[in-house]
């Protein structure tokens, strides 16, 4: 079974400020999703990486996939409370069966 | 466009109770369907998909079981719950691929506590 190790687990930070969540697997994902889920809705998904290297970036959200294709990040800057949430990243397997990560909770305070 | 519904929103059920929850898809043919258990702010655990009628996959053995009568309806049921089966149920549809990137698209989720 091929895990996905997301670190912090946790992350409260002040408006403004940046931040990063960093998503890391001992095996290699064809892709990998990213997906933020808000209390009591189902996950909804802000970017698939696919080539070892790609960077894309979503206003401001920055989304890295090593070049191994093993690990990921995801960057915030300039924080905003909208952004609060639980951030998932999830590896595309056949079928497209996700396996996901625990998640990193992030928190933003005004 | 297409839309995906769940329910109950939220059940709470005795120990040994049998369960249902449903599920539903609509705007869309033959979609690949996913059953998911969340524990509390934590990721999710894929329990069983399905890509067409009467074709379940089961990632997990446990005390569930999954079927999918109708194309676009997904079913997920235990004859005897447990206390672990309490947690949050989330139904996703993509479309259908065998090996792609799609997206998957959850629904609303069913918020199930056994006491």
């Known amino acids: 079974t091929q895990l996905l190790e997301q670190s912090p687990q946790f992350l409260s930070i002040q408006e403004g400020e940046n931040l990063t969540v960093y998503c890391n697997s001992s095996?290699?994902?064809?892709?990998l999703q990213w997906y933020r889920q808000e209390p009591g809705e189902g996950p909804v998904l802000l970017v698939t990486v696919v080539t070892g290297g790609e960077v894309k970036k979503l206003k401001r959200l920055t989304f890295q996939f090593g070049d191994a294709r093993k690990d990921s990040s995801l960057h915030i800057t300039a924080a905003q409370p909208g952004d609060t949430g639980l951030y998932l990243c999830a590896g595309v397997g056949s079928w497209g069966k996700l396996q996901f990560g625990a998640g990193t909770q992030v928190v933003v305070t005004p | 466009s297409q839309t995906i519904h769940q329910w109950p929103a939220t059940l709470v059920q005795p120990v040994g109770s049998p369960l249902s929850l449903e599920c539903t898809v609509e705007g869309t043919s033959n979609p690949n369907l996913y059953w998911y258990r969340q524990a509390a702010g934590r990721g999710l655990q894929l329990l069983f998909y399905?890509?067409?009628?009467?074709?379940i996959s089961s990632e997990v053995p446990q005390n569930l079981s999954a079927s999918r009568p109708q194309d676009r309806q997904f079913i997920l049921s235990s004859k005897k719950l447990l206390l672990s089966d309490s947690g949050f149920y989330l139904c996703?549809?993509?479309?259908?691929?065998?090996?792609?990137?799609?997206?998957?698209?959850f629904g609303p989720g069913t918020r199930l506590t056994v006491l």
């Open positions: 095996s290699v994902f064809s892709s």
């Open positions: 399905s890509v067409g009628i009467g074709q």
């Open positions: 996703a549809w993509s479309v259908p691929t065998e090996w792609g990137n799609n997206e998957q698209f």
